[in-house]
């Protein structure tokens, strides 16, 4: 695991909540967040896809 990088997001995280402040929904943390690490160079996917199995079969994404 990048420690340097977690670092930098878990950063990025807490500073865009206290410059939000609280009451907003989580989808504006996210989109917020989103913006930052894109503006910083980084690639980032919101919420990609993950299938879910269970007993052998997709019971969901």
């Known amino acids: 695991m990048d420690t340097e990088l977690t670092e930098k997001v878990i950063g990025e995280i807490i500073e865009g909540s206290n410059t939000l402040g609280p009451g907003f929904l989580e989808k504006v943390y996210e989109r917020a967040l ?13 919420q990609p896809p993950v299938s879910v199995n269970y007993n052998g079969q997709n019971s969901g994404e």
């Open 34 to 46: 989103m913006i930052v690490l894109q503006s910083r160079g980084l690639r980032a996917v919101s």
